[in-house]
């Protein structure tokens, strides 16, 4: 082959990777807000890996808090200004910022929200308020219309040269809970002191215009995505929407059973709030004389440490390390996650290490509990539900085996082709992930020392306890 030919052949590859390039969709990623990690966060670090050229909107950043995304292009407005602790209170504002924050210059908006950042404009010259896009319709819509046309990737390529604006695609953790499911509870505990009544009143003055405003918001996206069947039945409850379930992604890999000698003792890991209901564990633990670590941190860490009274049997310690993390869930008993969520990352990591779980049966825990495989529920939400199943749950002898391989259907890669497959069939593209990077170890927060981390301590010997308990009956 002559000089030139080579030069030709070079330019021609060049001209072709160009052209590849101009075709690729345009991304935006959008959430809530970014001041603190938690398992949003995680979803959201695992799309920007897939495709770390989209830029990521957000109300408000602060990359001291969590520094999962020094490495993005992170982009606020004017709600930046505000201070964190201010965040419960900005709802009204959020839904200002982000129903006039317009990503209609994208071909692809994959919004992370289970509050205000779904209402992101993603349309051109068209008035969202009045529902979806003429262009696009739900993905059941979708679905008939191509079998009804037995259409072909070239058609509907054509049609999404032809949209006006962006493709929106909502990854919903569940309807905005302080305007729907958990509006009493966030009237009787606002979680703001002192400020509580006038956060009360303000909330009751709003909670109507606000909902319609909410309502509105989720007619904007043309796809929704439910990360339980939970949170599926919630949004179409609330916002009337049909969604596709995919799972969040869990590093399971992370998580790994190891030979211990014995396990005994209760772990429960979260963010202290109110809702998480740690002090339900706290006080069946008293009641039942057994151990339960208590790992995490938040704004009721005090209150809770108050509820342990310094007994010996509640230990509280830091947020930890991977490695470190794993050590506690195993050599414990169990895994307490007493709150209702749309899913529950912590617990499946839970699972992966081999610790079953006593859950809650309501909300999320059921798309990854199985009764007497690899934990148990408790049929409400109060102190003497959850004793006697800690009671009945020494009747069991868990296989952490077994416990383990059914965390194994909710790791990242299963999430990446589902998030994949989905995009191929909202916009005829096959979007595959720029990078895919996976850590050997979760991300941490910022300012923690892994070397100054408490070790797992030798459980205490439970005695036997009760009989089995099921909770078979779908929730209401």
Sequence with gaps: MSDSQRLSQKTNQKAEESAATAKAPKVALVCDWL???????????????????????????????????????????????????????????????????????????????????????TKKNLDQKEGLSSHYSTHEQKSQEENAQKGNSNQKNAENSERKGAFHVCYCHVPTQYYWQFYDRYMENPGFGILNPLFRLGLRVLSKPLRRADYRAARRPDQFVAISSYAAR?????????????????????????????????????????????????????????????????????????????????????????????EYLCTAEGYIFPSIEPFGIAPVEALAAGCPVVAYGRGGSRDFVEAGKNGIFFGEQTVESLVSALEDFEQYDFDEQIVSATAQKFSPERFRGEIVDLILECIGTKLEPVVVKVPEAQPQPKGFDQDKQPKARKPLPLPAKGVIIDLDAEEK
């Excluded at 069946?284 to 995490?296: E, F, K, M, P, W």
Aim: proline share 6%.
């Design 234 to 326: 919630q949004i179409r409850k609330y916002y009337d929407r049909s969604s596709v379930v995919i799972a969040p992604p869990v590093a399971v890999g992370n998580f790994r059973p190891q030979e211990v000698d014995d396990r005994g003792g209760f772990v429960i890991s979260c963010r202290q709030v109110s809702w998480k209901r740690v002090d339900l564990a706290i006080k069946a633990c008293l009641a039942t004389g057994n151990q339960l670590t208590v790992i995490g941190d938040g704004p009721e860490h005090n209150r809770l440490r108050d509820l342990a009274d310094g007994s010996f049997l509640i230990k509280f310690v830091p947020w930890l390390s991977t490695e470190r993390l794993t």
């Design 35 to 121: 001041t603190t990690p938690g398992g949003a966060e995680k979803v959201l670090l695992e799309l920007h890996q897939m495709y770390p050229q989209a830029p990521i909107y957000t109300s408000q950043y602060r990359p001291k808090k969590i520094d999962w995304f020094d490495d993005a292009e992170v982009k606020t407005g004017w709600l930046q200004i505000f201070p964190v602790f201010l965040r419960k209170m900005l709802g009204p504002l959020r839904q200002l910022y982000f129903s006039h924050l317009d990503l209609s210059d994208y071909d692809l908006v994959i919004s992370v929200t289970g509050a205000e950042a779904k209402a992101v404009k």
